[in-house]
């Protein structure tokens, strides 16, 4: 029974098979995670910093930035920035008089998931900031360097290898939260994954062939990021 | 854990495994203390605060909350009974999870790897949707099970949601279980039993307890996440609060009260929780202090 | 350290515009995510087909409108319309009272009745006493659900909610729900498929509550958005006019979809 419950020919990559389908999806959501990832780099690493060195009114939106996305469930927190942020954003740009502004949807993706990777990387670089000796960044200052020559010479680079296996975590949760924005309706691979197997009733096998698709994507994401660390950590005495 | 990561100070991140590096940047596990609240800056970010308050219930609609208040308290409570019920199951699972990775014959130990491999790397919601869509409309198939007493718990959504979620929960923490497992110092075990301790005796009375005590602290973290991850049932018709919320966007076209109200509600759950947790952590002995 | 943090601050809000600022001229038009045959369901190479599709182009053309469809999830549809995401539903929506308070709609495009479907092994009719004590499955957000609740769920039935109407029917074949209420057409479309023709058959019509079940299925538009409206009304009358309406839908449909 089971030998002709499964049709592989569905996953066929050219139609009437859904594997193109499928890969198209990985695309969105590979590049969702792409975009989100490298956004929530840039809040992050800004968040980090207005944490550490900001003023008592930064550093307090700092905190209720990072507590609230760590405390409300990643689901709520993209519904909510993907109606709210698009529809604040069209606001704005229309009270500034540049008319409604037209938001794709991978944008407004990019944008939910940056925003959530953000307070998350925010508290990875933190912590890894706060590892590199203090003696290091004073020195730094004292030969006069400004302060984005310090960031740019001294923090950024030797914070990198203690920030490495959280953002390396990071990454992984960034491509599995992308399978979230299938409830807002974004082509991404879940959707299309569940899209095709409603139509062609095949549950079981685009599920699973979603699953793997997912599986190899953090094993080649692990396999990457081992291959990063053990290059950040040339002289680093072995443990 | 020790206690100097507790005190905020820099957290040893590269010697640990990067589950537990990034639990407390992804999850809420200590909440802000009340210390300062008085400063001047504070007070305006506070009353900045309370105008946004106000402004939200004062220009917002908010006259479907008594309609639904019964609604949204049941389905608060089906969030809380899926959080704590995957939790237990969870964590009970996790141990031999753990353990077989540690000391088990390869038989055991690279199926239980493979478990903690596949659900970590894959999407909770394409494994609920795998679950329930995908295995639950293969069941009917069979005679055997639709005539078998447990039909009528397999029609429902909730075995599948806890299914799913529980998994979820034991991938997790089985794998910290296996550090915590590894980590007992071998003395320890020698001394236990060089004491005439039998195995099972051993185990129950020293490796477990030794190694539960070391799990502890990302306890707090892991639940905060499952907490976060009880949504997703949402999505095949579990009625949790997220639902209920979902329903009175459908039906009053509301866009961002119910969210709001959704976001509030979660943020005092995991208030709660985390509280919890530091009360019952405060009463465990910590030797390594 | 001031200064670095503002040029973070200034990278990133470029960031974002430069994202956002991509803008595009066509009209988008949303569909809901979901399959809906023979409406709108994706096919394998990842393009939208259906009787609903043909039916936007042929609008969109008369019109002389560019338009292009935006997948949105059903739930959010009407939030993603009055946030400008979408500018306009192709959806299957009904124009309801309920709806008409925070939307818009075109003239109807097409009226059909609402159906109850069961397994062929239970023998029911679609009113509230033949759906007393049975699990009825609807779509959310919906003229359904708010129908089924009304008539069935009064009469104790227990009315379980479905995000898409192809979850609905997947959990009846999978034996969960006793019966799925919905769009006759639609669920015409199910019962001849595999799946639908081995389990279930059509219990009947429901009896018609114009309040609820609206007066046929409209263009969702946006209010005050009157411009774009008076466009499609011309243009749905045009090809009602032109005999396109009729050409494309003969393909799919042995009876005048349109109603009386």
Redesign the interface.
Known sequence: ?AADLINWGLLALE????G??LL?GLMNSLKIAF?GYA?GL??G??GA??KL??G???R??M?VYT??V????????I??LY??G??L??RLSAALGYG?????????G??VIGVVQGA?????LR??I??VPAGQIEAARAFGM???M??RRVTLPAML???L??L???W??CT?????L????F?EL??????????T?A??LF??A??VL??LL??ASTLVIRFIEARARRGWVA? | MTPERRAGAPEPLVELPPEESTLEATALTRLPSGRGFLEPHRLALMAVAAVLVFCAAWFMRWDWLPTYAGALVSGVGVTLLMLVSTALLGFVLAVPIGLVQVTGPWWLSLPAQGFCTIIRGTPLLLQLWLLYYGLGSLFPQFPEIRQSFLWPYLREAWPYGVAALTFSFAAYEGEVMRGAFAGVPRGELEAARAYGMSRWKLFWRIWLPRAVHRALPTLNGETVLQLKATPLVATITVIDVYAVISKIRQVTYLTYEPLLLLALIYLILTALLVAGFRYFENRIPNRSA | MKHAFRTMIAAAVIGMAGICGAAAEPLKVGFAAEPYPPFASPDASGKWEGWEVEFMEAMCKQAKLECVITPVAWDGIIPALTSKKIDMIVGSMSITPERLKTIDFSDKYYNTPTGVIGPKSEKFTATPEGLKGKTIGVQVATIHQDYANKYFGKAGATVKEYQTQDEANADLAAGRLDAVQADAIALAAFLSTDQGKQCCDLKGNVKDDPEILGAGVGVGLRKGDTELKDKINAAIKAIRANGTYDSFSKKYFDFDIYGG
């Not at chain 1, 760590?70 to 927190?77: D, F």
């Not at chain 1, 879940?190 to 139509?199: D, E, H, I, S």
């Open positions: 029974m139609p009437p098979g859904w193109g389908v198209g975009g956004l840039v809040l690493t800004g910093f207005g060195y900001g008592p009114v930064t307090d939106l905190e507590t609230l760590r405390a409300v469930p990643e689901l709520v927190l519904l909510l109606y709210a698009t529809d954003l069209n409604s502004v037209d938001i794709s949807g991978l944008a407004a990019i944008f998350y990387s925010t508290e990875v912590g890894a706060l590892a400004s302060p984005l310090v960031l290898p203690h920030a296996p959280g390396s975590n990071l992984l949760i599995k939260d992308t399978a979230l299938a409830v807002v309706g082509s879940t959707l299309v994954t569940r899209q095709a197997a409603g139509t009733k549950y079981m599920f699973c979603a699953g997912y599986l953090t094993l443990r």
